[in-house]
């Protein structure tokens, strides 16, 4: 999945294939929207998007109106929740005059120790629970110690601050500049998942956690309108992204402890052109390059004395570089009221180099690897609407993933296994079909979507047992493991399904219900895919009340989330899914019923209350208050693939103002 903020690619080079937990990096509180697409995104967005693209974009600040010479808004917002003592703040402010808009939005979290819940299956009676943790003696030394709240999921706790900062210029009717600024920091952020593993019932890990990680974020728009035959409209971005990553290991009862450091700087430029050319006919052009460079170190430092000794990097030591570099288009043709048709295709050159100064230790038969990758994709869809209350969406595509560092440089132990670098790994492709169907009845008071698709991969790139100068295993930071690496795979197929509904049962109460659907199959070996989780969804009865002068308005939310069964047979091969995290048999099925309710609270000048004028927008003055209450039956559960328990019951409070 790719991901994008306002239009830049987050995706960089050591993005792992696996889960991600790169978005909580952008600000909610600074969210306007998002934006999913579903299957290859590879027209419009090039390598990352072959199962589909989440798009966020940030809130950018208004100009005064025509009648108004200044414009200002000041939001905040508090919320604590009591699963993990969350503690949360929001502060945004906005300034707006006839040519220049300002937005600040400032946001800080602190996360304590999450506490997961109690209710178990009584077939896992032990299922997740946090029995042992590591501390120190008096005296410094290790010492393993039994948790007494075995439900509390010690070291889980963090905190956070993100700030955004755009300016807005508006020169003419034509032309526009807006500074992008978006940064995000951490306290270090311990793994719960690794500081929770035991062997021969003595905890593996003394120290496990990542150093703060930063994100630098910034971009400079330029939006351009014109009358000319090229385009219509133009937006050039010039963007540059600094991510810090350091990882922090020390075994119980070791006296080193290994760092290691990875910086990413990102370079890149986007152009987009759009053009009418009549009421019926548009298309869509431009190019992108994006340059990435990767720095990784590592040292090993004695606790007692601080010594430093050499170690191995995660990534090539050399340091490594990739470029991207892409050309696209796309037509669309409203071909009349009843049929949409648009096609699109785009080229993709994708360099890369890695270079590894260290190639004893593991005995890398290379010192280098250079590649050279490029694609040509493409994708034509079709909307027919037969009638007024029905839609039919027909889509096929072709996508790829070119193979970035991380899948073809790293070198790092999971579990009882080693990844190790594969100079001949290769891009992977997927051709896929999607049919969807949307209908609306009973007077728009019935809504149902379903969504199915098929994808067929060729040179899959999936994680298998693997043997490096004829040896199938290695040591790695003093421990023999089992080699694996990135290979291809001749075929692969993943197909699903999902459909959602709503159905409006009086003015003021609606139900709505989703499900999905995914499998993926190894068509070469016959076993699953990785990164498949099990069928999920939601279903929620809410009642809204939008009557009053000042209640605007007023809902209550009953509502589920669920999850099938993922037993161990539809797991993938290696260590990918973190089935040791999961029972014996697999990860249960798992279910939550929660409520939630918001009351909104509005203002205007002639209430009474003393407001300080400034441009403030009398219609954007509310205050609104929220209670929730998630996993009321306090379920014990894991979303799929994760180290860590879900929250147990959990009452949450905030409050939002806006003035």
């Known amino acids: 999945v790719l991901l994008v903020v306002d239009g830049v690619r987050m995706n960089n080079a050591i993005y792992r294939s696996g889960h991600l937990q790169n978005v909580i990096t952008i600000d909610h509180a600074a969210l306007e929207r998002t934006e999913v697409l579903f299957g290859p ?33 000041i939001n905040g917002a508090i919320r604590y929740s009591s699963a993990n003592k969350e503690q949360s703040t929001h502060f945004g402010f906005q300034v707006g005059f006839k040519k220049l808009g300002l937005l600040t939005s400032l946001t800080h979290h602190d996360f304590g120790d999450t506490r997961m819940g109690k209710v178990r299956s009584s077939r896992y009676p032990d299922y997740g629970k946090s029995m042992y943790y590591a501390g120190l003696t008096e005296n410094g030394t290790d010492t393993m110690i039994s948790n007494e709240d075995q439900n509390l999921q010690l070291n889980t706790g963090y905190r956070q601050v993100n700030l955004l900062q755009k300016v807005y210029y508006k020169a003419n009717q034509k032309l526009d500049f807006e500074l992008n600024i978006q940064y995000s920091s951490s306290s270090i952020i311990h793994r719960f998942d690794k500081l929770n593993d035991l062997i021969n019932d003595t905890v593996k890990y003394a120290e496990w956690y990542y150093g703060p990680q930063t994100r630098l974020f910034s971009a400079l728009t330029t939006q351009i309108k014109s009358n000319s035959g090229m385009f219509d409209n133009a937006a050039i971005i010039l963007a540059y992204q600094k991510i810090d990553e350091d990882r922090i290991t020390r075994k119980f009862m070791d006296s080193l402890k ?17 053009k009418e050319i009549d009421s019926t006919k548009s298309f869509v052009y431009g190019i992108e390059a994006v340059i990435n460079e990767v720095g990784s170190s590592a040292y090993a430092e004695n606790v007692a004395s601080a010594d430093r000794v050499r170690a191995t990097a995660r990534y090539p030591d050399g340091g490594s570089m990739q470029q991207q570099y892409a050309a696209y288009f796309s037509y669309k043709w409203n071909v009349n009221r009843k049929i949409i048709w648009s096609a ?3 080229y993709n050159q994708i360099l890369m180099n890695l270079k590894f100064t260290d190639t004893s230790t593991y005995s890398l038969p290379f010192h280098e690897i250079n590649v050279n990758n490029n694609a040509l994709n493409g994708s034509v869809g079709l909307v027919i609407r037969p009638a007024e209350n029905l839609q039919f969406n027909v889509v096929a595509a072709s996508g790829f993933r070119s193979p970035n560092v991380d899948d073809m440089g790293k070198v790092f132990a999971k579990n009882e296994y080693v990844t190790v670098p594969n100079a001949s790994l290769k891009p992977e492709y997927i051709y896929s079909g999607e049919l969807g169907i949307q209908a609306n009845m009973l007077d728009q008071r019935f ?13 899959a790139i999936v994680q298998r047992e693997y043997e490096l100068n004829g040896q199938d295993s290695l040591v790695y930071d003093g421990e023999l493991l089992k080699i694996v690496a990135n290979t291809n795979v001749g075929q692969a197929e993943v197909y699903g399904v999902s459909g959602e509904m709503e159905l409006k049962l009086l003015e003021s109460i609606t139900f709505k219900s989703s499900l999905t659907y995914t499998y993926g199959e190894d068509k070469i070996n016959n076993v699953p895919l990785s990164h498949i989780p099990p069928a999920f969804g939601r279903t929620i009865i809410s009642h809204k009340v939008n009557k009053g002068k000042y209640l605007m308005p007023l ?7 669920y999850a099938a069964w993922k037993h161990v047979s539809d797991y993938g091969s290696a260590s990918v899914d973190n089935l040791d995290e999961a029972t014996a ?13 918001s009351y909104t609270l509005k203002f205007s000048n002639n209430d009474g209350v003393e407001l300080l004028d400034f441009g403030l927008q009398p219609s954007k003055r509310a205050v609104i208050f929220q209670i929730s209450v998630e996993n009321i039956l306090d379920q014990h559960y894991k979303t799929f693939s994760s180290g860590v328990s879900a929250p147990g019951r959990n009452f949450i409070l905030s409050l939002n103002a806006f003035f």
């Open 41 to 73: 995104g590879s027209v419009i967005y090039g390598s990352d998007a072959m199962g589909g693209v989440m798009h966020f974009y940030t809130k950018s600040p208004e100009l005064a109106k025509a009648d108004t010479t200044l414009v200002s808004s």
């Open 258 to 274: 290994t760092v290691r450091q990875e910086d990413v700087g990102v370079y890149s430029l986007n152009l987009d052109f759009n």
């Open 344 to 346: 699109g295709i785009r």
């Open 447 to 459: 809504i149902i979507n379903i969504n199915g698709f098929y994808s067929y991969l060729t040179n």
């Open 555 to 561: 809902e209550l939310s009953i509502y589920s989330y």
């Open 585 to 597: 048999d697999g990860a249960p099925a798992w279910y939550t019923l929660n409520f939630s309710s």
